[in-house]
């Protein structure tokens, strides 16, 4: 018997994450975007980084907080801008 997974694209941050790049501001507005933003911009062998895909994913499936997974993408943003300057 198979079971329905409920799932929430469309959850949103209130505020948003609002990230400064180079010559832009770009906004992060919930935990699909978050997951989207950091498989495409993070290093994924970060444990921060991936911590904070399962938790915003764990977010999607209404298993945990938007807020809580708001939280594991800052702290993830934070880690990978420390990787970024030691290299």
């Known amino acids: 018997m198979s079971q329905i ?11 948003p994450v ?14 699909a975007e978050a997951v989207r933003y950091m498989r495409e ?7 921060a980084c991936s911590r904070a895909i399962s938790i915003c994913c764990a977010a999607l499936r209404l298993e945990a907080d938007h ?3 708001k939280m594991f993408f800052l702290a993830a943003y934070e880690s990978e801008i420390q990787v970024r300057k030691s290299h």
């Open 5 to 15: 997974i409920p799932v929430l694209f469309h959850g949103r941050w209130h505020p």
């Open 18 to 31: 609002n990230l400064v790049e180079k010559t832009r501001v770009r906004q992060i507005t919930g935990p």
């Open 41 to 47: 911009n993070f290093t994924v062998t970060n444990p």
């Open 67 to 69: 807020e809580t997974a």
